[in-house]
């Protein structure tokens, strides 16, 4: 059964400490059809997830504060009801290392920086056509995986 009746726009939180690539998101997702919210450290972070309830959340792992994104997005899985929230860790650390230990925390996908606003916009694309018609396979977002593969 496909989800698109009474499907609403895309919930997604953006979590990023960069003014620069919050501003590059925001611009490349002016006029889209998806509901964002911003935060720049765990706290705001937090404080939006409960709100918002976003059901893909891009995910810095350097973050400013008491919280690593690692840490945030342990939190964001144990609060979240499978398979909601999708979370994508959108980070500059490429090291296989840290790409196991997003597993382990439960993120769902890894972007490395520098991202491009075509890789940005086919992540939410993708996801969103998953979202509307669960028929489709599961959008995979890892190193060496095409978007949506």
């Known amino acids: ?18 003014q620069e690539l919050q ?3 925001r611009l490349t997702l002016e006029g889209q059809d998806f509901d964002v919210d911003y935060a ?8 939006s997830f409960e709100e918002a309830s976003p059901e893909l959340i891009l995910l810095d792992i350097g973050l ?7 840490e945030l997005c342990a939190r964001f ?14 980070t500059a650390d490429d090291a ?3 790409i196991e230990r997003a597993r382990e925390h439960g993120a769902d996908g890894y972007l490395v920086k520098p991202v491009s606003p075509i890789q940005v916009l086919g992540l939410l ?11 489709r396979p599961v959008p995979r977002f890892w ?3 095409a978007v949506g593969h």
């Not at 720049?40 to 404080?47: I, P, S």
């Not at 400013?64 to 690692?70: A, K, Q, V």
């Not at 609060?79 to 909601?84: K, L, S």
């Not at 998953?130 to 028929?135: A, E, N, S, T, V």
């Open 1 to 18: 059964m496909s989800r698109a009746a009474g499907a609403s726009s895309l919930r997604v939180l953006v979590v990023e400490d960069s």
């Open 23 to 25: 501003l590059l998101i």
């Open 40 to 47: 720049r450290d765990g706290q705001e972070a937090l404080a």
């Open 64 to 70: 400013p504060g008491y919280l690593s994104g690692l």
């Open 77 to 90: 899985r144990s609060a979240g009801i499978r398979p909601f929230p999708i979370i994508v860790m959108l």
């Open 96 to 98: 296989e290392s840290t």
């Open 125 to 135: 694309d993708t996801f969103d056509a998953w979202r509307l018609d669960d028929r």
């Open 143 to 145: 190193p060496g995986s």
